[in-house]
């Protein structure tokens, strides 16, 4: 199973079963900041406010590329908006 995979049923069966999948994947790519972002944006979409913030955290955490940096410090701010 990949994190691809998981993507293509989000867009046909939606976050939920999309979740189920990125939270079965092996632990090696607990490093892989897209995990993290794929996570943290399922979630989002599921109006885990407070979950959603923690994966974006471990996904800038990980991150090295500034764009994508800027974007999900973008998406972060936006969930913690709806958390508190």
Do not use: K
Request: aromatic content about 6%; cysteine-free.
């Amino acid at each position: 199973m990949s994190l691809n995979r998981a993507a293509a049923v989000a867009m046909v069966d939606g976050p939920r079963a999309a979740l189920v999948l990125i939270d079965a994947l092996d632990t090696d790519l607990d490093r892989y900041y897209l995990l993290h972002a794929a996570r943290a944006d399922l979630l989002r979409r599921l109006g885990s406010w407070q979950a959603a913030g923690e994966s974006y955290a471990r996904a800038l955490a990980l991150v090295t590329n500034e764009a994508e940096r800027r974007f999900l410090e973008r998406r972060r701010r936006e969930v913690e908006r709806h958390a508190t």
